[in-house]
T-cell receptor, first 115, second 115 residues
Framework: NAGVTQTPKFRILKIGQSMTLQCTQD?????MYWYRQDPGMGLKLIYY???????DKGEVPNGYNVSRSTTEDFPLRLELAAPSQTSVYFC??????????????FGPGTRLTVT | AQSVTQLDSQVPVFEEAPVELRCNYS??????LFWYVQYPNQGLQLLLK??????LVKGINGFEAEFNKSQTSFHLRKPSVHISDTAEYFC?????????????FGKGTKLSVKP
């Protein structure tokens, strides 16, 4: 199993450009998440999905969009990139355990700079 | 709003010394607790988790954590650290019956092990 994979690893965008961050998991997990990580701030949830066709906003969704057409893929779209979106983005997937908890598995991250 | 507080942003320690990384959460309901480790330029890896049962939880790489419900704490400990333990450590919580396993992260503690 490759686990959770993310592409690209690095990207530099100009202000106003758009891009899609790709995320794929091969563990057949229903639940998928997008986080952003800023220095000293921990991880903030952007969007999450509980299955194909179902997505919902997290704590910091403004400026982002997602879709979930398959179980495996959960792309994150940035429209009109802004310097405030400079961050490291992590995708994660999870499954519910017998006790109703969810153990999340993380991808390696995408480092995005907007200038 | 629910929150996780990691009391130390940086912890320097000498090799082979013991270490404790502190984590407190705000909740009066049942919780699931996690510690993740992030090595430089990598994604997050699960170190250990508390779901229920014994309050002392053992994880990978010799780490352990103790759940203290009365103090709403989940401190991470290792009796003797190695240079290779240098990383950032994140405490995270999700609430029993909470929203699709969404994790709330602390801001992280950078552990720096010196020779």
């Amino acid at each position: 199993n490759a686990g959770v994979t993310q592409t690209p690893k690095f990207r530099i965008l100009k202000i106003g450009q758009s891009m899609t961050l790709q995320c794929t998991q091969d563990m057949n997990h229903n639940y998928m998440y997008w986080y952003r990580q800023d220095p000293g701030m921990g991880l903030k949830l952007i969007y999450y999905s509980v299955g194909a066709g179902i997505t919902d906003k997290g704590e910091v969704p403004n400026g982002y969009n997602v879709s979930r057409s398959t179980t495996e893929d959960f792309p994150l779209r940035l429209e009109l990139a802004a310097p405030s979106q400079t961050s490291v983005y992590f995708c994660a997937s999870s499954y519910p355990t017998g006790r109703g908890s969810y153990e999340q598995y993380f991808g390696p991250g995408t480092r995005l700079t907007v200038t | 709003a629910q929150s996780v507080t990691q009391l130390d942003s940086q912890v320097p320690v000498f090799e082979e010394a013991p270490v404790e990384l502190r984590c407190n959460y705000s909740s009066s309901v049942s919780v699931y607790l996690f510690w993740y480790v992030q090595y430089p330029n990598q994604g997050l890896q699960l170190l250990l988790k508390y779901l229920s049962g014994s309050t002392l939880v053992k994880g990978i790489n010799g780490f352990e954590a103790e759940f203290n419900k009365s103090q709403t704490s989940f401190h991470l400990r290792k009796p003797s650290v190695h240079i290779s333990d240098t990383a950032e450590y994140f405490c995270a919580v999700t609430y029993y019956g909470g929203s699709q396993g969404n994790l709330i992260f602390g801001k992280g503690t950078k552990l720096s092990v010196k020779p």
